[in-house]
């Protein structure tokens, strides 16, 4: 808005900003003009002038907004006028203080909650909650939902850990057909090997791998899968032992299913002269004592606070109490020198792992004077499986834990281990593995919840050589976020945890890797409907 004077001082012109309209022209007389008049002409430009800048504006917004100037002028320009802001404005901020105050109050124990979300626009309807009264009945509702998905996630995890724990229909059906096949099938137990074999069992030019396990199909996998990938098959020997009730069907397994150019060898832990109570009473006291009963066999939400507890720290102890950990199998490889005494270095392989390249090379790797090559567990791209340390598996609030052990030290893996048994029978390292069992016992598993791994840990410092990690990949069994790309790459693939491939809750797009190495046409695997996923 522009305001010109002409020369003469007669005439006043009002116009708009771009000098083309002319919104009010006032003239002056020439003559006889008084300061009262001059007074009275102020005052009324004065009184004018606001509603003249004010249709100026609404000129401009008609054209962008598309609305009459009496429109804009009671819908956007009237409420600011009057001290107003937007009401939407307005209602969300009042909202967020509503919510706010509710944030900090519990709901009350008898609030009745609406069942969905269509019951509570009802109730809205029927009741006009206030806006306190609406934010708590939100707040309850969700803390509702919270509760119910955390309590289902973890008897998810509970359904889980004994799926995990319990044995396959098809798995049961295969060891009982093959255990009636020893007993009525004379080439069933034919002799393992043959005769004219047996020195090679302690032949320390061949490649030793050593498989402890009570399941015929995995160890099945684990030999298969060794064999094919193996440059030299006729230089491997595989000693598989297994317990007294699952000898039969392993025999006959390996009996009807020859591996040749390899070697096998079955033997049951009954047939082992060294292994008795007398040299291992340990193991007995692990078996029997009431605590390692009830942790592995008892009530396991007993003691956990599940509100302060994660599903994935709650994962974690439920594979820890996985009743395989006070098997005589499972702490077999710590008997290894005793067991085999004739040989000087031997590869000890799990039951849930998957050899996918040729493996002797690790007789070429030097431990430099040391016991266990392994791959540390504290080095790599994914800390939920290579982040482990001391402190992930002791007790550090423990005295004896505290004063003996560094919660920073790095771990390493079982599974897939190269050891040097020379070495080993001059260290203590069955006696420390022995000293630690005992006192865990005596503190009522204080010290770590039991298996084997955390004694190995301690038994067996000072004897680490560390291995590139391309040799042995984990967590397959827990971690379903793996890298397939990596898992192309790995020598060894371990499925640790629960989610072993031959059970359901394996993880389907890690499953192939394991099953391409399973006979589905066998007459036992196919008659048992242990079917390729």
Known sequence: MQLHFSHSMRSITISSNNGFTDLMKIKVAARHISYRTIFHTILILAFLLPFVFILTALVTLEGVNKCSSIDCLGRRLGPKLLGRGDDAERFLRDFYKVISQVDSEEVPNDLKLPDNFKQLVSEMKNN??????????????MERSERE???????????KHFAATSVPKGIHCLSLRLTDEYSSNAHARKQLPSPELLPVLSDNSYHHFIVST???????V????????????????????????????????????PISPSIVEVKGVHQFDWLTRDNVPVLEAVENHNGVRDYYHGNHLAGANLSVTSPRMFASKLQARSPKYISLLNHLRIYLPELFPNLDKVVFLDDDIVIQRD??????IDLGGKVNGAVETCKGEDPWVMGKRFKIYFNFSHPLVAKSLDPEECAWAFGMNIFDLRAWRKTNIRETYHVWLKENLKSNLTLWKLGTLPPALIAFRGHIHPIDPSWHMLGLGYQQNTSIESVKKAAVIHYNGQSKPW???GYEHLRPFWSKYVNY??????GCHILES
């Open 149 to 159: 998905i955390r309590e289902s996630k973890f008897q998810e995890l509970m359904n």
């Open 128 to 141: 006009k909650y206030k806006a306190k009264d609406f934010a708590l009945i939100l707040k309850g509702m």
């Open 503 to 505: 059970l359901e809750i």
């Open 214 to 220: 009570d399941n015929i199909l995995a160890a099945s």
């Open 359 to 364: 493996l002797s090379p690790l007789w070429d």
């Open 222 to 257: 684990v030999v298969n899968s060794a064999i094919r990938s193996s440059l030299r098959p006729e230089k491997i020997v595989f000693h598989v032992i297994t317990d007294k009730k699952t000898y039969a069907g392993m025999h006959s397994w390996f009996a009807l299913n």
């Open 521 to 526: 046409s066998n007459d036992f695997v196919s």
